[in-house]
């Protein structure tokens, strides 16, 4: 069957889009300790920033190394320890830290001066959270992952930086236009002046699904190539490019955008990943501070 002449184009359009993508994170090794950043922020100057990976940490058993979950099973001298290390590689001082406490959904909270060091020096109030945004210069964001997918925010006019913890609850929810939205209304950012980096997570290659969570993306993605047919019945999702899709859909430019392409389930020697471990294993992060 030939396809009708306006699908071909709105194709040919989507792959004259998708090759302006950047498609590659650096990454580095720094005291034996692994880290990955986005070439596109480093060249800024404006911040320091990394995707972690589990090489170089202190902790054992299913949360070697580099474990920076604090609900992990993993003893907290350990996790502060892995936090001093991969902070010290970045240049940010750890204690400054503020980090999320994820429930899968789409909040978002402007972290301000009074927010430093909540969730590891001093108890946080920031529950419920997934997303959190700032202009405070000094204070580092950290949100959580083993499979869900990183995206970072970088607003290089008005100083402003994001990241977001977007499972697929999350992705479904809009979180990053709704990350994109909240730095408007806080620090007037402007999506088509961001930068954006999607960092490792699990890939199309592994996200198998049932037909209930297949529907739901369905029903929210028009593009046919994010639901893809798999085996038994089975779907799977591309979470990158159903990310890619909203922040181009939110005002991101494309040229904007990098992309890991890592997935964090076939790289067992880098990353954590809860499906491969059934849930057994440590969390990675994404951290970023304005300098």
Same mark, same amino acid.
């Given at each position: 069957?030939?396809?009708?002449?306006?699908?071909?184009?709105?194709?040919?359009?989507?792959?004259?889009?998708?090759?302006?993508?950047h498609?590659?994170f650096?990454?580095?090794?720094?005291?034996?300790?692994?880290?990955f950043?986005?070439?596109?922020?480093?060249?800024?100057?404006?911040?320091h920033?990394?995707?972690?990976?589990?090489?170089?940490?202190?902790?054992h058993?299913?949360?070697?190394?580099?474990?920076?979950?604090?609900?992990r099973?993993?003893?907290?001298?350990?996790?502060?320890?892995?936090f001093?290390?991969?902070?010290?590689?970045?240049?940010?001082?750890?204690?400054?830290?503020?980090?999320?406490?994820?429930?899968?959904?789409?909040?978002?909270?402007?972290?301000?001066?009074?927010?430093?060091?909540?969730?590891?020096?001093?108890? /946080? *109030?920031?529950?419920? @959270?997934? =997303?959190?945004?700032t202009?405070?210069?000094? $204070?580092? !964001?950290?949100?959580?992952?083993?499979?869900?997918?990183?995206?970072?925010?970088?607003?290089?006019?008005?100083?402003?930086?994001?990241?977001?913890?977007?499972?697929?609850?999350?992705?479904?929810?809009?979180?990053?236009?709704?990350?994109?939205?909240?730095?408007?209304?806080?620090?007037?950012?402007?999506?088509?002046?961001?930068?954006?980096?999607?960092?490792?997570?699990?890939?199309?290659?592994?996200?198998?699904?049932? /037909? *209930?969570?297949?529907? @739901?993306? =369905?029903?929210?993605?028009?593009?046919?190539? $994010?639901? !893809?047919?798999?085996n038994?019945?089975?779907?799977?999702?591309?979470?990158?490019?159903?990310?890619?899709?909203?922040?181009?859909?939110?005002?991101?430019?494309?040229?904007?955008?990098?992309?890991?392409?890592?997935?964090?389930?076939?790289?067992s020697?880098l990353?954590?990943?809860?499906?491969?471990?059934?849930?057994?294993?440590?969390?990675l992060?994404?951290?970023?501070?304005?300098?």
């Amino acid at each position: 069957m030939i396809e009708p002449y306006i699908l071909i184009q709105e194709r040919l359009l989507m792959l004259s889009i998708f090759s302006q993508i950047h498609d590659s994170f650096l990454y580095h090794i720094n005291h034996g300790t692994g880290y990955f950043t986005i070439p596109k922020f480093d060249e800024t100057g404006l911040v320091h920033h990394c995707f972690s990976t589990r090489q170089g940490g202190y902790s054992h058993g299913e949360c070697s190394t580099l474990n920076l979950g604090l609900k992990r099973n993993d003893d907290k001298n350990n996790v502060t320890r892995n936090f001093q290390k991969i902070c010290e590689c970045i240049e940010v001082d750890f204690k400054h830290l503020v980090l999320s406490d994820q429930i899968h959904q789409n909040k978002v909270y402007p972290v301000t001066e009074k927010d430093q060091g909540k969730g590891i020096c001093q108890l /946080s *109030d920031i529950i419920g @959270v997934d =997303s959190l945004i700032t202009d405070t210069h000094g $204070i580092p !964001l950290a949100t959580f992952y083993a499979d869900c997918v990183p995206i970072f925010f970088l607003d290089p006019i008005h100083k402003a930086i994001g990241t977001a913890h977007a499972g697929w609850r999350g992705i479904i929810q809009d979180i990053a236009k709704e990350t994109l939205m909240q730095m408007n209304i806080e620090f007037g950012t402007r999506p088509n002046e961001c930068l954006v980096g999607i960092g490792p997570s699990i890939g199309v290659c592994c996200f198998e699904v049932g /037909s *209930d969570v297949a529907d @739901v993306f =369905s029903q929210t993605f028009t593009q046919k190539d $994010i639901v !893809l047919q798999a085996n038994d019945g089975k779907h799977s999702i591309d979470l990158w490019k159903a990310c890619i899709m909203q922040l181009l859909n939110a005002g991101i430019i494309a040229k904007n955008i990098t992309v890991s392409n890592l997935c964090t389930k076939c790289n067992s020697k880098l990353f954590f990943s809860h499906r491969r471990e059934h849930g057994h294993t440590g969390s990675l992060a994404a951290i970023i501070q304005l300098i």
